[in-house]
């Protein structure tokens, strides 16, 4: 049967109202796994951090793991949901081969945390609130992987295997409201959304969100529905998008390719999808199942989940100043425009920037380091900006050095490049490379008369007040001293020796 034709954008949303829902799935950065004592190590060999109750074996028994329970409720906590008093886990029982179990472990009709929102910022300033049904802590799967075939997938592989690794490590659940009413915007939404979350999250300090590690994966759930029509479309769920561009691109794939069903006087089939990163579509999965599918049950091995007030609000003592908040009062104390404030963001330079400020060193000397020679040398190595081996404090220490006049741009640029190839400490490589700033008077005079003298017509032209001139005069000398020159100091010891 050939698949109904995509409909052009613009076309979409002229004649259909797009109602949006996303799942977003957090692993939890904790040392051992949701209900037993294994490692979460990432990329850890397969099947190496496993152990009787993450596979599920016979009389093998769950203990959760507090320090996941309270990052829950630090998250439910920053997307201003409540916190409920008591809860318990469920069996959510289905079928997968990476799921060891043949059960979910996860929160069913009692999650932890519940009616929250986020008020998420687009590019152009609107604000849009997100509300955020639900909360809940569960676990997740292990991994397969397909081998042979085209596509990495398991239709057309030649064998499968499984690496339960992942199996049980802490995951939580953040489910939104419906969210209407977003009509072109939608896919944008979706976006902004996820990143924001994101970067909410990272705050916390409870999950790294490396959507491309899988430890924050996006599921969207979209309908359409005819503009004006007050009904409610049926839902598709595109499952595990794993980038930001991803997300933005599953809702505006998805919500051209159910008006082209339903202009082709189709029915949308409530189903999962899976995204396909390299040609922006999705491909159907499997009928979406619905709760009852699950058969779930309370989980009698477990006991009750209750906060009690007071741990609620110690936690809520711990809740850090809100990204978005920190960013506009730091632009405020740097004295930026929205424009820079962006490219910073983007560069993922903000914390770095921000500590190496809180380290002593001047913002716009900090900023001017990140966003330029440092930039470049990630770049050049194909990392993060975070991943260099520099750290704020080493690179507030070389603005100090320059600031002291103990080195001068240069010398300070060959003093970050044996910290990043790992030679130790700034004022170390200053002294193994012996880079410290000539600014002995005796020594720089003799090298001043002596590029005097190799360049006579150049004295001449600053004797007869072409000032300018002595900038020859000053590449010579910083060549002759391997630029240890303080090149302000060669300056006013050229116009004194020429007028002497």
């Known amino acids: 049967m050939t698949a109904p034709a995509l ?8 004649r259909y109202e797009p109602t949006l829902g996303l799942e977003v799935h957090v692993e939890l950065s904790t040392n051992t796994k ?110 397969s992987l397909h081998v042979g075939g085209a596509t990495g997938r398991i239709h057309g592989a030649d064998y499968s295997l499984l690496d339960y690794n992942r199996a049980g490590v802490p995951l939580i659940e953040i489910v939104t409201r419906m969210i209407p009413g977003t009509g072109e915007r939608a896919p944008e939404v979706a976006r902004a959304y996820v990143t924001q979350l994101r970067d909410l999250i990272k705050s916390l300090g409870v999950s790294d969100v490396r959507m491309d590690q899988g430890s924050m994966r996006c599921d969207v759930n979209l309908s359409l529905s005819p503009a004006g029509s007050g009904v409610l479309g049926t839902r598709t769920e595109t499952k595990n998008v ?38 922006g579509t999705t491909r159907a999965g499997r009928r979406k199942e619905t709760s009852e599918d699950y058969r779930y049950f309370p989980e009698p091995d477990l006991v009750p989940i209750a906060p009690s007030e007071s741990w609620v609000e110690e936690l809520r003592g711990t809740l850090p100043e809100k990204p978005w908040e920190r960013r506009a009062r730091l632009q405020a104390e740097w004295g930026i425009s929205d424009e820079e404030l962006r490219d910073l963001v983007n560069a993922g330079a903000i914390d770095l920037i921000s500590d190496t400020v809180a380290a002593g060193a001047p913002a716009g000397e900090a900023r001017s380091w990140w966003v330029a020679y440092l930039a470049q ?11 260099l081996p520099i750290t704020p404090g080493q690179v507030a220490r070389v603005i100090a050095l320059v600031a002291a006049g103990d080195l001068n741009n240069k010398l300070a640029r060959q003093v970050v490049d044996g910290v990043l190839a790992g030679e130790g400490e700034p004022d170390e490589v200053v002294e193994s490379r012996g880079l410290t700033v000539v600014s002995d008077d005796g020594a720089l005079i003799a ?31 910083m060549k002759a001293t391997r630029g240890q020159a303080d090149a302000k100091r060669v300056r006013e010891l050229i116009i004194e020796r020429v007028g002497s």
């Open 7 to 14: 409909v052009d954008y613009a076309d979409v949303v002229a």
């Open 34 to 143: 949701m209900f037993c004592g294994c490692a979460t190590t990432f990329g850890a060999e397969p099947n190496t951090q496993v152990c009787p109750t993450c596979l599920g074996l016979p009389g093998s028994l769950p203990v959760v793991n507090r320090t996941a329970v309270e990052s829950a409720i630090r998250i439910g906590l920053a997307l201003n949901c409540s916190i409920a008093p008591w809860g318990r886990f469920a069996r959510k029982n289905y079928f997968y081969p990476d799921m060891p179990k043949n059960f979910q472990t996860s929160q069913y009709d009692e999650p932890i945390c519940v009616d929250g929102y986020m008020d998420v910022t687009l590019d152009d300033g609107e604000v849009v609130r997100v509300g955020i049904e639900r909360a809940h802590m569960e676990e997740d799967t292990g991994k």
């Open 242 to 279: 794993n980038s930001l561009r991803s997300v933005e691109r599953a809702v505006r794939y998805e919500m051209s390719r159910q008006a082209g069903v339903l202009d082709a006087g189709g029915e949308i089939v409530q189903e999962t999808r899976h995204f396909e990163e390299q040609s």
């Open 377 to 387: 040398q990630a770049n050049a190595r194909g990392v993060e900006l975070a991943e």
């Open 447 to 477: 090298a001043v008369d002596e590029a005097l003298a190799a360049q006579p017509d150049v004295a001449d032209k600053i004797r007869a007040g072409k000032v300018q001139a002595a900038g020859a005069i000053v590449g010579a000398v």
